[in-house]
């Protein structure tokens, strides 16, 4: 019997066990990558690779690792796409599925996402929207994991923009019952109702770092907010990650940014060019984890 197809709209679309093996595997492909062993899973399959806003770590960890995989990897920016001159993702979402055997995207909306996998055949996978970024949540995760071996039984900390990330955290919190507590400037909090228990919001960013084991933040405007940069950086004045603030954090606090940062502005850039900086694995642990789950969903 032929059993459903798989996306990966957001993080809560997989099981908390889905997500250990997935990080497990992508371990075992990272130690893999590094003595030179190769599987090739995705043998003969196509992938595509959708793009309707900028990418460097999405765009290019997705691209080598589909290739990594033993599969062909399809790049395209909507742009250059009949996607970009208004043609709907229901019809590339049929038209596609002749072709390939994934769909990845970035998109805005998060409805475009599901528009998608709702008329694709093949797994759809949320490259980021406006609403979540469920692979980064993966990456972090597994940074997290090798940096004090273990994600659960950690205290979590989110400080800046309720934004798509933080909600993937969330989501993550929520999955694996990590205590996570988000510091965000009126008006810029994620909405109560979305929170789990163990999960709060709260203005200070003291508050929010107190006995923390990890500390997340990202940029203050994201893509698409450009416009309210100004507006943003005056809101979210006090909302710097450094190492006043980390005084306040348990030992040996791990620091998380997805990038790109803004160095100075949301964070301080001894936790990028720091002797102790996890970010740039953090970026690296993108291909491992895509790699792990594309195998996961590709059938
Ligand atoms: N973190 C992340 O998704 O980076 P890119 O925007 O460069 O893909
Ligand atoms: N919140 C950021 C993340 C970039 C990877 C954005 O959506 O632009």
Redesign the pocket.
């Known amino acids: 019997m032929k059993t459903a197809k798989r996306d990966f709209l957001k993080l809560s679309d997989l099981r908390a066990d889905e997500i250990v093996t997935v990080l497990d595997h992508a371990k075992a492909m990272k130690n893999q990558r590094l003595t030179g062993g190769r599987r090739t899973p995705l043998a003969g399959r196509s992938v595509a690779l959708i793009f309707e806003k900028?990418?460097?770590?999405?765009?290019v960890s997705f691209e080598v690792g589909v290739y990594e995989l033993g599969g062909h990897p399809v790049v395209l920016s909507s742009r250059d796409m009949q996607l970009g001159r208004g043609e709907s993702v229901e019809d590339t979402a049929r038209t596609l599925s002749g072709y390939v055997h994934a769909i990845v995207i970035r998109t805005f909306g998060q409805e475009r996402v599901e528009a998608l996998a709702r008329w694709a055949k093949v797994p759809v996978v949320n490259a980021?929207t406006d609403e979540h970024?469920p692979c980064?949540i993966l990456a972090d995760l597994m940074t997290v994991r090798e940096a004090r071996g273990r994600f659960e039984g950690l205290r979590y900390a989110w400080v800046g923009d309720g934004n798509n990330v933080a909600r993937s955290w969330v989501e993550a919190a929520g999955l694996f019952n990590l205590p996570l507590t988000l510091a965000s400037p009126e008006g810029y909090e994620l909405p109560a109702s979305e929170l789990p228990a163990g999960v709060k919001t709260v203005r200070d960013p003291r508050e929010a770092v107190e006995g923390a084991d990890v500390v997340i933040t990202d940029v203050w405007a994201s893509m698409g907010q450009e416009d309210e940069a100004e507006r943003r950086r005056r809101a979210f004045e006090g909302y710097l990650i450094d190492p006043a603030l980390m005084a306040r954090t348990s030992r040996d606090a791990v620091v998380l940014h997805?990038?790109?940062a803004h160095r100075g502005e949301e964070i301080d850039a001894v936790y990028l060019d720091g002797p102790d900086a996890v970010v740039w694995n953090e970026?690296e642990n993108?291909l491992h984890t895509q790699k792990a789950l594309l195998e996961h969903l590709v059938r």
């Open positions: 900028p990418s460097t770590r999405t765009r980021l970024h980064q997805c990038l790109p970026a993108r």
